[in-house]
């Protein structure tokens, strides 16, 4: 069958493709090696945030004493977790496939890999041996965790992401290899859930592609709960112990780390292994990425690609989400706005929590633009007090005009209570190019979180109330 998008990969591009492409009226099919939703609702996204949403239960209620409220001593059952997650997981995975088949998306089970011509053959699961075709195709097969070498997985001592998802109890000490995002969301539930962590991190800092001083909070709240940080470090391999009970992870400059498990969160590569047929002129970079422009077209015609799989993605679902968008008007002939990575939203939800959107203070200043910098922390937000969340910061940073006032808003940084729900105000002062003086015009309701934010800008245009 010829359809007028092939889509492979049911992953948050995949679907996003098929959804927005079949409510414009096109005819779509995809194929999909798992189930649809990909990485982000099986494996990553979804059932990591129902972890860490236990975790903040388990903060709520060994913190009920400071709200006058006797509980018992709190017992984690982490078995029970596992179901509840995979209840969430289960729910809306029937929803998505609802979805699809009220908009009449074809779905084929098995592992797709493009032929030349813009043909699509099935070559393993239930539908093996299928072949279709496209008058478009998009390429939208994920990525898979990345490993290091001496850190074999073995599903015991050695975990990534998709393991750890799968533990049935919390291990009792951890070293989680890699600082970014993924490793400290990790670190942050394990370390609340009772286990003993330490993060490896190679660079100098965790959270490195953070503002700094949203990383240094971070760091400050970490150490205060015992999450031991080390950086600057190379994981040479581990050894397991006789009984097999642990292992002892052993750095380059002869540190050794005993633990119960080491879970391996280093990022993510592009699963391109039997995508591509010869003959279909889709290119892929020095790393397996698929190369594509920012309008999402690859060097084959008609052949797009969105999501992990791309070169130059920043790897986060609500960006395949508006990338499938990107490539559903192009096929449709309307005008494409491209994604802007450098402003795109970013959450992580660790505790305190960490999200930012636009330039931080070092970016702005190696493009060498001159800025002007408000701090507002969140010890001095009503909210905050009331909820006994007072950890981090909002920190906005604006262009310096001539006459040394703020001009358009270039990003907006913030770690603290609940900041991954409060970044939409900022995400559209960042993306809008709006002045401090636009924003300070929004009343923001009082007591709440968001008022940080306002106060922050209000502080930018000089006449601050409670920011200096």
């Known amino acids: 069958m010829e359809y007028d998008v092939v889509v492979i990969g049911g992953g948050p591009g995949g679907y996003a493709a098929a959804l927005y492409g079949a409510s414009a009226g096109l005819q779509i099919a995809v194929v999909e090696r798992d189930k649809v939703g990909g990485t982000c609702l099986h494996r990553g996204c979804v059932p990591a945030k129902e ?5 903040a239960v388990w903060r709520t209620v060994t913190g009920a004493a400071e709200f006058g409220i006797s509980a018992q001593e709190p017992v984690i059952d982490f078995a029970v977790n ?8 289960d729910q809306l995975y029937r929803g998505l496939s609802g979805l699809l088949r009220g908009r009449k998306v074809t779905v084929l089970s098995g592992t797709a890999t493009l032929l030349a011509g813009r043909r699509v053959r099935v070559v ?21 965790p990345r490993t ?8 015991r001592h050695v975990l990534t992401s998709d393991e750890f998802l799968e533990l049935e109890r919390v291990p009792e000490s951890v070293a989680v290899v890699g600082g970014g995002a993924i490793g400290c969301e990790f670190a942050s539930l394990l370390s609340d859930l009772g286990a003993k962590v330490t993060i490896v991190e190679a660079l100098d800092s965790i959270l490195a592609g953070c503002d700094e001083d949203v990383s240094a909070a971070v760091v400050r709240s970490f150490r205060k709960r015992g999450i031991q940080i080390v950086t600057g470090a190379q994981v040479k391999g581990h050894v397991p112990v006789p009984d097999g009970s642990r292992t002892v992870v052993h750095l380059g400059d002869g540190q050794e780390i005993d633990v119960e498990a080491v879970v391996v969160s280093v990022g993510r590569r592009p699963r391109t292994e039997g995508l591509l047929a010869d003959g279909t002129d889709v290119q892929l970079d020095e790393r397996g990425f698929v190369v594509v422009n920012q309008y999402q077209q690859t060097h084959a015609q008609h052949v797009w690609a969105v999501g992990d799989v791309c070169a130059g993605t920043p790897q986060l679902a609500h960006v395949a989400f508006e990338e499938a968008i990107v490539v559903i008007k192009g096929i449709l002939g309307e005008p494409m706005v491209p994604v802007d990575y450098a402003r795109v939203p970013w959450a992580i939800y660790c505790h305190p929590e960490v999200a930012f959107a636009g330039l931080s203070e070092a970016q702005a200043a190696a493009r060498g633009i001159p800025v002007v ?18 950890e ?9 005009q001539p006459d040394g006032s703020a001009g358009r808003i270039l990003g907006v940084h913030m770690v603290g209570p609940w ?13 809008w190019e709006a002045t401090p003086q636009e924003v300070a015009q929004f009343i923001q309701p009082h007591p709440s979180l968001s008022e940080a934010f306002g106060e922050t800008v209000l502080a930018l245009t000089g006449r601050g109330l409670h920011v200096g």
Do not use: C, M, W
């Open 51 to 55: 972890f860490l949403e236990s975790a």
């Open 82 to 89: 596992q179901r509840r997650k995979s209840a969430v997981v």
């Open 124 to 144: 393993d699961g239930p539908d093996a041996g299928t072949e279709i075709s496209g008058r478009h195709v998009v390429l939208a097969a994920g990525s898979v």
């Open 148 to 155: 290091l070498p001496g850190l074999d997985v073995d599903g």
């Open 373 to 390: 910098v408000k701090k507002d922390p969140f010890a001095g937000n009503s909210r905050a007090r009331i909820i006994g969340d007072t």
């Open 392 to 400: 981090g910061l909002v920190k906005v940073i604006a262009e310096r």
């Open 419 to 431: 900041v991954t729900e409060q970044l939409g105000a900022g995400y559209l002062a960042v993306n």
